[in-house]
Structures are given as C-alpha cells and as structure tokens.
C-alpha cells in the first residue's frame, strides 16, 4: 500500500546500534553498574573482595579481549593499500607505519631482550608504560564517541571546540595517571614492586580536585552549545563524559570499580566493530550473496574470539609454564604480562592511525553510513 503524497515518511535515526543501545553501549550500562556497585559496597556495606576481579576476568573473554584482537584484524587488512593510497594524508601514512610496523619491532625487541636478560623491572617497565597508555586511548575513543554520535544526530562543533574537548581529555588523563602515583594508588602496577612518584606530583592538590577543574572547560564548551543551538546528542555526551569524567577519574571516585572499567571501555568500542562490519556486510551481500556475507561475519567473530583466547589465556600461560624448565630465572608471570603490555600498547597505536577521516572504509562504513 502506497502511503498519500502529502505525508513525510521520517528517516530512520542514524547510531552504530540502535539509539537506545547505542547509549548503554558507549557508557549508560557503565553509569548503571556504578550505581549498583555504589548501592552494594557503600550503602549496604556488603564486601565483595575479590569477587569483581573475577567477574572482570571472566566477562573479559567475550568483550574486552577480543576488542582487542578485532583492532589487529580491522587494522591490518588492507594495511599496504591503504599506505600506498593517495586519499590517506601524508601525517596519517607516517601514523600508519609507526603503528603497523615500528611499534611493534620495536616491543617485540624489548619482549626479547627481557626475555634473554631476565631482571623484574623490564617487566615494570613494560606494565607502567601500558598503564600510561591506558588513560590515552580512553579518553581518545571517548572524544570519538562524541564526535562521531553527535555527527549522527546533526550536531556539529567547531574546531575551537573540538580543541577545547581534546585539551580538557588530555589534561584529565595526564592529571590523573599523575596524581595516581603521587597519592600511592600502586595497585595500578599488576607487575609489582615499589610504586615510585614522578618526579613532578600534584602534591599540592587532593586527590581528584585539580582534575575536576580540568573537566570545567568541556563542560563549559558543551553547555554553551547546548544553549545556543539547542542541540546535544545525550548519547555522544554520555560516551565522552563515561571515558574521560568517570573511567579516567574512577581512582579518585572509588578505586574497588576501577577493576571493571576495561569491560566498560571494550564494550564501548565494540559498537563500532559492529557498524563496519554491518555496513561490509551490506556491501558484500549485494555483491556476494547472503551466504558468503554472512561467513565473512561468522569468520571475522570467530577469530577474534579464538584468537583473544589464544594471545591472553592459551600461549602466554602455557610459556609461562614452559618457562620454569628454561633455567633464565624469569619473573613471575613473564609472557602473561609482556603479552598484556605488548597487545595493550600496540593497540592504542593501532586506533590512533586507523579511526581516522582519510581512511576509506571508516568515512564510508562510519561516518556515511
């Protein structure tokens, strides 16, 4: 049945899942989880010991994990093309070869020189840059977050303002990797050992305080803009907010959630995962036919899980366990966390160089979409 002329069908809302999942995904199932954690430890008074450090462990096989190794899999597909391409920009082509190939030289390098000099601090060395890390790509996604959600709901921001957003993350993160050390939260080091200060520690701040100041300008700049032009995307400032405000501040907000914060950040990621590969799979339908659309999808999740499996769990326990007939004297430990450190790590630079406006398939299965 064809409906009258003079009625205006509404075009279906764009989002990388659905509005509504789109915002427990980016960050409002993280908001939910504090507040019953909150409820649970603080207004109840129950003690859940180790039990999150569990529950994070287990639920991190399905979303953290393998966010991880979907990164390697979006990332070095079509990785020589994609350099070579005329449409990549001369700064991101020279991104592109420091993720895709001199960072990882050089911590399999480093992997290996541990690995024939055994000494604790290497190990150190290698958790306390991936922790450094961290902070970086959270908040780096989570302004992601409000850019690209924003662009789907029709609002726009200045590169003034865009500016103001990146500065007030970077501030937020570099403050709170910082004051972290400096206020003796060492449970930051998975590796162990003394937790040293920077030589440079907010000491003359509580902890939390000077970050909450560095918050203001974003806040500003988004209440600004909500005022003039009456429009926000509640989705895109909740995905922002959750990374910068809450994941990067959690030490000085509660320290017992900050062990779930991971799941959180995987499973903010994971919706993008998904609107490329919805939009490839449109693509290779049309072309292809369902079946092998749909083996293209089957195939690309079952690697990433089995792969997470393998590169997490599987390889660096059963080295770990080789390691003890090798007579080096390694740490406790020492692939398990050398694999985190180097996968980690070589996954921010991965999204750094492929999440960008000048790669095709992200402008035409993202932003176009």
Not at 120 to 139: C, E, K, L, N
Not at 179 to 194: M, R, T, V
Request: glycine residues 6%.
């Amino acid at each position: 049945m064809t409906p009258p002329s003079d009625i205006v069908v509404a075009e279906k809302p764009r989002a990388l899942v659905s509005p509504a999942a789109d915002f427990w995904l980016v960050g409002g199932a993280s908001l939910a989880g504090f507040a019953l954690w909150v409820l649970v430890t603080e207004t109840l008074n129950i003690h859940l010991g180790y039990k999150p450090l569990f529950w994070a462990f287990y639920i991190s096989f399905f979303i953290n994990n393998p966010h991880f190794v979907f990164s390697y899999l979006l990332f070095y597909r079509g990785f020589w093309q994609r350099l070579k391409s005329p449409a990549t920009e001369r700064v991101n082509r020279l991104r592109m070869i420091i993720a895709g190939i001199a960072v990882p030289l050089l911590l399999a390098l480093f992997m290996i020189f541990a690995l024939l000099h055994p000494d604790p601090r290497y190990v150190r060395w290698a958790v306390a840059t991936m922790v450094f890390s961290v902070g970086w790509h959270y908040v780096k996604q989570g302004y992601g977050v409000l850019i690209t959600l924003s662009l789907y709901e029709g609002v726009t921001y200045t590169d003034a303002e865009k500016r103001v957003f990146q500065i007030s993350a970077y501030a937020t993160w570099v403050y709170s990797w910082v004051a972290s050390y400096a206020f003796g939260i060492s449970y930051l080091n998975p590796a162990g050992g003394p937790t040293h200060p920077p030589p440079l520690v907010p000491s003359f701040a509580k902890p939390g305080l000077l970050g909450a100041v560095l918050i203001l300008p974003a806040a500003i700049t988004l209440w600004r803009k909500y005022v003039r032009d009456g429009g926000m995307s509640v989705n895109a400032v909740t995905g922002y907010a959750c990374a910068v405000w809450m994941w990067v501040m959690m030490p000085f907000i509660n320290p017992g959630f900050l062990s779930v914060v991971p799941v959180f950040h995987g499973l903010q990621y994971l919706p993008f995962v998904y609107k490329l590969k919805k939009s490839e799979y449109g693509r290779e339908r049309a072309v292809a036919g369902l079946r092998r659309a749909v083996l293209q999808i089957v195939v690309f999740t079952a690697l990433g899980l089995a792969l997470s499996y393998l590169l997490f769990e599987s390889l660096p326990k059963y080295l770990d366990a080789q390691a003890q007939g090798w007579h080096l004297s390694l740490p406790t430990e020492f692939f398990y966390l050398m694999f985190l450190s180097f996968i980690n790590i070589h996954h921010y630079f991965m999204d750094s160089a492929y999440w960008r406006r000048d790669n095709v398939d992200v402008q035409r299965d993202l932003f176009r979409a």
